[in-house]
Structure formats: C-alpha cells, structure tokens
C-alpha cells in the first residue's frame, strides 16, 4: 500500500519519549523550578534536559534514552532510558540509580547502574512514574544541597 502522505512528517522516538516524559514529569519539576531545556540538536540524540537557575549556579535533571526500533537485526529489544543529576559543580554529576542505590543504600531499584526499560506507552509511563518519584525524593533534594547521603538523617 502506498502511503498517502508521503512527506507528512511522522512523530520519531525520541519526540515521542519528550512528549510522555513532559506529561509524566514535567509538573512536577517545574514546580521545583525546573525547565525543560529547548534543546532540539540533542533531543535528536536522545539527550532531554531540566534545568534550574538559581543566582549564577544551574543544575540539571538529565535523561537520556536509546531507542530501539524493531528491525531484522535488532529484534524486539526493549527502549531504555536512565537519568544523570547535574549540580552546580559537574564533576560531581551523578545517576539517580547510583545515588539511590549506592549513596543513599536504598534498594529500590535493582542495581547501581540501572536503566528503565519499556515497550509501548503504558510500560513508559510506568517507568518515568517510578524515575519521576526517585528525582523528587532524592534527585531534587540532593541536587539543592537540602540532602546528603553522610547525613545520619538521612
């Protein structure tokens, strides 16, 4: 069958992910000050941005995803996503699995170097839910300073 609207511009992966990632997440960060970057060069990469000003310093929520496309060598593989937390000073840029995980000695999640996989919208959603939630209680937090691993409160 021939299609219709040849040159109709099709929805890729990766704007596809920003859309349900933003609907998931995006409130939620922006009301911690947070803002999705305008970043179309490195969305086409697969690299998506939140970012806060405060004063002269920024901090960054970082997700980046590898989109796998059903092909004869590929096969089905899942996507995957993970996310880096960027403070004001980079060199101490971090995974959120590897500050739950490791740092924070919260077993949430099944290893340091995790990576949320999905196949279709609702197994997405389900995994930026779950990132959503670890950004806030821990990523967020952390990224402001407000907590700290070596904390015995924490």
Known sequence: MVDPHPFEERQSLQDYFRTIMHTVVGQAFTA?????????????????????????????IEFQILVYNDTAWTGKQ???????????????????????????????????DYWWVFQGTESLGKALAEAGHLVVGYGIPWLAGDLNPDDPLA
């Open 78 to 112: 899942p996507s995957r996503f993970t996310v880096n937390l960027i403070p004001a000073m980079p060199a101490t840029q971090r995974s959120l699995s590897r500050l739950v995980v490791e740092d924070f000695g919260v077993a949430i999640l099944p290893n340091a």
């Open 32 to 60: 911690a000050g947070y803002q999705l970057q305008d970043e179309p060069m490195k969305w086409i990469g697969g690299r998506f941005r939140y970012m806060k000003h405060a004063g002269e310093t920024e901090t960054s």
